[in-house]
Protein backbone atom coordinates (compact mmCIF):
# COMPACT_ATOMS: atom_id res chain seq x y z
CA UNK A 1 0.00 0.00 0.00
CA UNK A 2 1.35 3.33 -1.23
CA UNK A 3 1.97 5.86 1.97
CA UNK A 4 3.65 9.18 1.28
CA UNK A 5 5.36 11.14 4.07
CA UNK A 6 6.60 14.78 4.22
CA UNK A 7 9.08 16.72 6.03
CA UNK A 8 9.35 18.43 7.99
CA UNK A 9 5.52 19.30 8.95
CA UNK A 10 6.37 22.81 9.97
CA UNK A 11 8.73 24.91 8.96
CA UNK A 12 9.53 28.46 9.67
CA UNK A 13 11.80 30.43 7.69
CA UNK A 14 13.04 34.02 6.93
CA UNK A 15 12.55 35.94 4.16
CA UNK A 16 15.23 35.44 1.60
CA UNK A 17 16.28 32.33 2.72
CA UNK A 18 16.09 28.74 1.32
CA UNK A 19 14.86 25.65 2.18
CA UNK A 20 13.92 21.98 1.07
CA UNK A 21 10.77 19.85 1.74
CA UNK A 22 10.95 16.53 1.30
CA UNK A 23 8.54 13.79 -0.25
CA UNK A 24 9.18 10.23 0.13
CA UNK A 25 6.95 7.22 -0.64
CA UNK A 26 6.66 3.74 -0.03
CA UNK A 27 6.41 1.53 -2.89
CA UNK A 28 6.80 2.31 -6.83
CA UNK A 29 4.82 5.55 -8.05
CA UNK A 30 4.72 7.05 -12.15
CA UNK A 31 3.28 10.74 -11.06
CA UNK A 32 4.36 12.78 -7.89
CA UNK A 33 1.81 15.77 -7.34
CA UNK A 34 2.77 19.00 -5.47
CA UNK A 35 -0.09 21.15 -3.84
CA UNK A 36 -0.80 23.98 -2.48
CA UNK A 37 -3.54 25.15 0.09
CA UNK A 38 -4.27 28.81 2.05
CA UNK A 39 -6.46 28.88 5.04
CA UNK A 40 -9.65 27.58 4.41
CA UNK A 41 -9.39 27.74 0.41
CA UNK A 42 -8.85 25.03 -2.21
CA UNK A 43 -5.90 23.06 -3.11
CA UNK A 44 -3.75 24.98 -6.01
CA UNK A 45 -1.79 22.53 -8.27
CA UNK A 46 1.64 23.55 -8.39
CA UNK A 47 3.69 20.59 -10.13
CA UNK A 48 2.80 17.03 -12.46
CA UNK A 49 6.36 15.12 -11.87
CA UNK A 50 6.05 12.56 -14.43
CA UNK A 51 9.36 10.99 -15.06
CA UNK A 52 12.74 10.05 -12.91
CA UNK A 53 14.75 12.90 -12.87
CA UNK A 54 11.93 15.39 -13.77
CA UNK A 55 12.41 19.09 -12.32
CA UNK A 56 10.25 21.83 -12.90
CA UNK A 57 10.42 25.68 -11.75
CA UNK A 58 8.30 28.01 -11.04
CA UNK A 59 9.15 31.27 -9.66
CA UNK A 60 10.84 30.58 -6.28
CA UNK A 61 9.67 27.26 -6.36
CA UNK A 62 11.35 24.07 -8.13
CA UNK A 63 10.09 20.23 -7.44
CA UNK A 64 12.07 17.63 -8.51
CA UNK A 65 11.67 13.75 -8.74
CA UNK A 66 13.70 10.91 -7.55
CA UNK A 67 12.23 7.47 -8.44
CA UNK A 68 14.96 5.27 -7.31
CA UNK A 69 15.07 6.70 -4.05
CA UNK A 70 11.37 7.37 -4.27
CA UNK A 71 11.93 11.04 -3.12
CA UNK A 72 10.87 14.48 -4.32
CA UNK A 73 12.24 17.78 -3.14
CA UNK A 74 10.29 21.06 -3.30
CA UNK A 75 12.89 23.91 -3.06
CA UNK A 76 12.26 27.43 -1.83
CA UNK A 77 14.97 29.65 -3.03
CA UNK A 78 14.79 33.31 -1.31
CA UNK A 79 11.68 32.70 0.44
CA UNK A 80 8.85 35.49 0.64
CA UNK A 81 5.85 36.05 2.88
CA UNK A 82 3.64 35.37 -0.04
CA UNK A 83 4.93 31.64 -0.26
CA UNK A 84 3.21 31.07 3.54
CA UNK A 85 0.98 28.20 3.01
CA UNK A 86 0.68 24.24 3.62
CA UNK A 87 2.17 22.42 1.18
CA UNK A 88 1.35 19.06 0.04
CA UNK A 89 2.75 16.09 -2.10
CA UNK A 90 0.70 13.63 -3.68
CA UNK A 91 1.59 10.13 -5.47
CA UNK A 92 -0.72 7.86 -7.98
CA UNK A 93 -0.33 4.12 -7.27
CA UNK A 94 2.04 2.33 -10.21
CA UNK A 95 -0.21 1.63 -12.85
CA UNK A 96 -2.83 3.22 -11.02
CA UNK A 97 -6.27 3.13 -13.53
CA UNK A 98 -7.67 6.30 -11.47
CA UNK A 99 -5.92 9.56 -10.81
CA UNK A 100 -6.88 8.22 -6.90
CA UNK A 101 -4.05 10.47 -5.26
CA UNK A 102 -2.69 9.86 -1.98
CA UNK A 103 -1.60 12.52 -0.17
CA UNK A 104 1.43 13.05 2.66
CA UNK A 105 0.32 14.94 5.69
CA UNK A 106 1.39 18.78 4.46
CA UNK A 107 4.06 20.70 5.02
CA UNK A 108 3.22 24.27 6.90
CA UNK A 109 5.44 26.61 5.47
CA UNK A 110 5.41 30.24 7.98
CA UNK A 111 7.97 32.91 6.07
CA UNK A 112 8.69 35.75 8.64
CA UNK A 113 9.86 39.12 7.13
CA UNK B 1 -16.69 31.80 -11.57
CA UNK B 2 -15.79 29.03 -13.37
CA UNK B 3 -13.98 26.66 -11.08
CA UNK B 4 -15.31 24.10 -8.68
CA UNK B 5 -17.92 25.02 -6.85
CA UNK B 6 -19.14 23.29 -3.27
CA UNK B 7 -21.96 23.84 -1.12
CA UNK B 8 -22.49 24.69 2.01
CA UNK B 9 -18.94 25.97 2.47
CA UNK B 10 -20.00 24.96 6.56
CA UNK B 11 -21.81 23.00 7.81
CA UNK B 12 -22.75 22.22 11.54
CA UNK B 13 -24.47 19.45 12.85
CA UNK B 14 -26.30 17.51 15.84
CA UNK B 15 -24.81 13.85 15.83
CA UNK B 16 -27.14 11.27 14.71
CA UNK B 17 -28.20 13.71 11.63
CA UNK B 18 -28.30 13.14 8.02
CA UNK B 19 -26.34 15.93 6.10
CA UNK B 20 -26.11 16.47 2.10
CA UNK B 21 -23.09 18.48 0.26
CA UNK B 22 -23.25 19.27 -3.23
CA UNK B 23 -20.16 19.94 -5.97
CA UNK B 24 -20.63 21.03 -9.40
CA UNK B 25 -17.77 20.43 -11.26
CA UNK B 26 -15.79 22.42 -13.82
CA UNK B 27 -18.35 22.17 -16.87
CA UNK B 28 -17.73 19.22 -19.52
CA UNK B 29 -15.27 17.48 -16.69
CA UNK B 30 -16.26 13.93 -16.87
CA UNK B 31 -14.54 12.96 -13.85
CA UNK B 32 -15.45 14.01 -10.05
CA UNK B 33 -13.86 13.03 -6.55
CA UNK B 34 -14.74 13.20 -3.42
CA UNK B 35 -11.65 13.79 -0.82
CA UNK B 36 -11.69 14.44 2.84
CA UNK B 37 -9.42 15.86 5.17
CA UNK B 38 -9.22 16.23 9.12
CA UNK B 39 -7.26 18.79 10.45
CA UNK B 40 -3.46 18.43 10.25
CA UNK B 41 -3.38 15.46 7.61
CA UNK B 42 -3.47 15.43 4.04
CA UNK B 43 -6.54 14.71 2.22
CA UNK B 44 -8.11 10.82 2.26
CA UNK B 45 -9.68 9.61 -1.52
CA UNK B 46 -13.44 8.54 -0.82
CA UNK B 47 -14.65 8.43 -4.24
CA UNK B 48 -14.95 9.24 -7.65
CA UNK B 49 -17.22 9.13 -10.56
CA UNK B 50 -16.58 8.96 -14.77
CA UNK B 51 -19.21 10.32 -15.92
CA UNK B 52 -22.51 9.44 -13.82
CA UNK B 53 -20.87 5.78 -13.02
CA UNK B 54 -19.35 5.14 -9.36
CA UNK B 55 -16.28 3.57 -10.25
CA UNK B 56 -14.03 3.29 -6.84
CA UNK B 57 -14.96 3.81 -3.32
CA UNK B 58 -12.38 4.16 -0.50
CA UNK B 59 -13.28 1.20 2.51
CA UNK B 60 -12.86 5.10 4.55
CA UNK B 61 -16.85 4.90 2.70
CA UNK B 62 -18.96 3.18 5.47
CA UNK B 63 -22.72 2.49 4.70
CA UNK B 64 -23.77 5.63 6.31
CA UNK B 65 -22.08 7.73 3.35
CA UNK B 66 -23.53 7.40 -0.21
CA UNK B 67 -22.15 9.57 -3.32
CA UNK B 68 -23.99 9.78 -6.29
CA UNK B 69 -23.92 11.64 -9.60
CA UNK B 70 -27.40 11.26 -11.48
CA UNK B 71 -26.50 13.41 -14.69
CA UNK B 72 -22.83 12.82 -14.82
CA UNK B 73 -22.86 16.73 -13.97
CA UNK B 74 -23.39 17.33 -9.80
CA UNK B 75 -22.70 15.44 -7.54
CA UNK B 76 -24.04 14.83 -3.56
CA UNK B 77 -22.59 13.34 -0.67
CA UNK B 78 -24.64 12.48 1.95
CA UNK B 79 -23.55 11.22 5.37
CA UNK B 80 -26.36 9.68 7.65
CA UNK B 81 -26.73 9.13 11.33
CA UNK B 82 -23.45 11.72 11.34
CA UNK B 83 -20.95 10.79 14.17
CA UNK B 84 -18.50 12.97 15.71
CA UNK B 85 -15.43 11.06 13.76
CA UNK B 86 -17.04 12.56 10.54
CA UNK B 87 -16.61 15.85 11.32
CA UNK B 88 -13.87 17.00 8.42
CA UNK B 89 -13.33 19.05 5.86
CA UNK B 90 -15.02 17.72 2.27
CA UNK B 91 -12.78 18.57 -0.79
CA UNK B 92 -14.53 18.05 -4.06
CA UNK B 93 -12.28 18.09 -7.72
CA UNK B 94 -12.97 17.45 -11.21
CA UNK B 95 -10.79 16.87 -14.13
CA UNK B 96 -11.56 16.13 -17.49
CA UNK B 97 -9.95 12.96 -20.19
CA UNK B 98 -10.53 11.85 -22.93
CA UNK B 99 -12.28 9.15 -23.87
CA UNK B 100 -10.47 5.94 -24.42
CA UNK B 101 -7.87 6.92 -21.79
CA UNK B 102 -7.93 5.12 -18.78
CA UNK B 103 -4.72 5.54 -17.36
CA UNK B 104 -4.16 9.45 -17.67
CA UNK B 105 -0.47 11.00 -16.80
CA UNK B 106 -1.71 14.08 -17.51
CA UNK B 107 -4.53 14.36 -15.53
CA UNK B 108 -5.19 17.36 -13.97
CA UNK B 109 -7.84 17.93 -11.01
CA UNK B 110 -8.93 20.67 -9.61
CA UNK B 111 -10.23 21.26 -6.77
CA UNK B 112 -13.28 23.23 -5.12
CA UNK B 113 -13.15 25.01 -1.75
CA UNK B 114 -14.63 22.30 0.28
CA UNK B 115 -17.44 21.84 2.89
CA UNK B 116 -16.36 21.97 6.58
CA UNK B 117 -18.57 19.68 8.51
CA UNK B 118 -18.90 19.71 12.62
CA UNK B 119 -21.04 17.19 14.51
CA UNK B 120 -21.24 18.42 17.48
Known amino acids: ELKVEQNPLFLSMQEGKNYTIYCNYS?????LYWYRQDPGKSLESLFV?????AVKQEGRLMASLDTKARLSTLHITAAVHDLSATYFC?????????????FGTGTLLAVQP | DTGVSQDPRHKITKRGQNVTFRCDPI?????LYWYRQTLGQGPEFLTY????????KSRLLSDRFSAERPKGSFSTLEIQRTEQGDSAMYLC??????????????????FGSGTQLSVL
Open chain 1, 90 to 102: AAVPYGGATNKLI
Open chain 2, 49 to 56: FQNEAQLE
Open chain 2, 27 to 31: SEHNR
Open chain 2, 93 to 110: ASSRIAGGDVMPHNEKLF
Open chain 1, 27 to 31: TTSDR
Open chain 1, 49 to 53: LLSNG
